[in-house]
């Protein structure tokens, strides 16, 4: 099965600071890839899909790039509400979530 | 739009059969397009797909967890359903039906979670 490791596994940041969070995959994924936000007692929502694709609604301030084994989600300005823990997910072979990056404010 | 929203117990005893049932509203689940999955995350912890079923009744299976999992779907009711046999304590979780496209992977419609405690 694929294993997913996000780092940092949580972060300190301020308001407008760019925030960047990495994924690695164990194997060779490709673009399958998604991101996704979770804010507590809520469930999780779909902010990126297919790598770099930004879903229906979602700011242009959120981001994310990566092929193949590494990935990468960028916040380019911190807002307040971006206050959340951050998901990788891989769908190359069934479906696995990395740990999650726990994002607060500095 | 559509909305989903997951339905059971929320307190199961060890060795019991845990059963959670997610009601699809404001669209079908007979869509051609998509799976309809199940996802859990016990407390404080990471998210765990289980399983997911398209309309036809295909399923396919976390295998970590198959041998005690079984997912079934109601086209009539449009609703579909989990079944998760031998719990322990390692089972209590928040459970979250969610949608997914046939042809990619992204968990995109997402129900509110259901916290299913497993204790005796």
Known sequence: DIQMTQSPSSLSASVGDRVTITCQ?????????????????????????????????????????????????TISSLQPEDIATYYCQQYDNLYTFGQGTKLEIK | QLQLQESGPGLVKPSETLSLTCTVSGGSISSSS???GW???PPGKGLEWIGSIYYSGST?????LKSRVTISVDTS?????????????????????AR?????????IWGQGTMVTVSS
């Open chain 1, 25 to 73: 995959a164990s194997q060779d994924i490709s673009n399958y890839l998604n991101w996704y936000q979770q804010k507590p007692g809520k469930a999780p929502k779909l902010l990126i899909y297919d790598a770099s694709n930004l879903e229906t609604g979602v700011p242009s301030r959120f981001s994310g790039s990566g092929s193949g084994t590494d990935f990468t989600f």
């Open chain 2, 77 to 97: 009711k449009n609703q579909f359903s989990l079944k998760l046999s031998s719990v322990t304590a390692a089972d209590t979780a928040v459970y979250y039906c």
């Open chain 2, 34 to 36: 998509y799976y309809w």
């Open chain 2, 39 to 41: 996802i859990r995350q």
């Open chain 2, 100 to 108: 997914h496209e046939r042809a990619g992977g992204a968990f995109d």
């Open chain 2, 60 to 64: 396919y299976y976390n295998p970590s």
